[in-house]
């Protein structure tokens, strides 16, 4: 009676089915996941965050924060073993993603640290099957998350309530009524037999599928486990039809797999080349001999590609929260920057090229493979050429780099 008023809404039912997903994973074999709800304050993210684990009991005790440590989650995690485990409040992290991002991995995993005990031997290492319902004003995800996080994450955006009075109110009600339909629904899923569960699961995952679009097949999966969830719920506890049930649960989750990403959308990798190329291109007064302030390389004279001092390259990278040495070898791999593979098999991305009046290495970026090297004042430039024949006078400052001639050694002058 406190839940069906507002089972209306999509996200809040889904929030709500979710909780009732996690016994689920271990009958249909699938992978703990994470159900984020996130934007800004006053949308009911912790009331319905409260509403989902109320059916399992009392939710101020259940309900943990992101202010913790790796330990105290894996235990916690073990204690709710088939259970939802709920965490509020993603900004208590603060802005240490890592943080973050290592917690996500953790709990998907399954596994806890595997420990050494005082006495010799192993401690017992924690295991646990979940689905995780987290809070927070901030995405969970950024550009310069791994691409395994957001594959472990369904996000949702916007507040499960229309007003605040609703939300306010199912702090109380919560809290009130609690502990009853967690175990209900355990008694009605041990009187079912397994097989159907798992056929009408591969059912509802064929038409999420279809429907898909090319969406990521991890949240296909977790979305179709809700679905059937709802479906169980609307019928076991609600008193839909089976048929009537099925419909609902199916639009609830076309409703939900819209706002996610496209399982081709870019990963870190793609995010980091991106990056470069904006960087190049924002800091062009700093490439060339003639650079203002610190020089951070040069351009070739067609301007496709560009000499980075690895240095700068680098700290830009690690500053941006990208890693370095994966970002490399995604370029190389890929052709967008020259690597060499050096005597004794060691590989190295840079090449030796004459600036100035002396040899240095640098980071051969072809952005001309991802970028245009013509902007409006080239253009201006040719249509003026065509127009009265004269060329614009030539840019000597570009013809004083030089290329080392790696076979003989000997610079060319």
Known sequence: ERMRPHRA?????????????????RILKQRIFFVYNWGGSKGGKTAALKAALSAWGDPERLMISFNTTIAGLERTAAFYCDLPLGIDERQQAGDKQGLIQQLVYMVSGGKGKIRAAKNGGLQTTYQWRTVALATGEEPLSTDTTMTGVSTRVLEIYGGPFDDETAASLMHQQAAEDCGWAGPAFIERLIGT?????????????RYVRDISEGKNGSHIAGISVVALADALIDHWFFGATKEAAWARAKRMAGNILVDQVEGNATDVNENAVQFIVDWVLSNKAYFGTNAVGTCLGFTSDTGNTAYIFPSMLNQA??????????????????GLISSYTEKGGRKTYTVMKWFGTRSSRFVEFHIGKLSETKDAVDDADELAEARTGAAPEPNYEQQQFHEIDDDDGELPF
Do not use: C, W
């Not at 809404?9 to 994973?25: E, G, Q, V």
């Open 317 to 334: 990278l690690s500053k941006a929260g990208y890693s370095p040495r994966k970002t490399m070898k995604y370029m190389a791999d890929n």
């Open 193 to 205: 037999d397994e097989r159907q569960i798992v056929d009408a699961y591969e059912e509802m995952h």
């Open 9 to 25: 809404r999509n996200k809040f039912r889904f929030i709500l089915a979710a909780s009732f997903a996690a016994p689920l994973l």
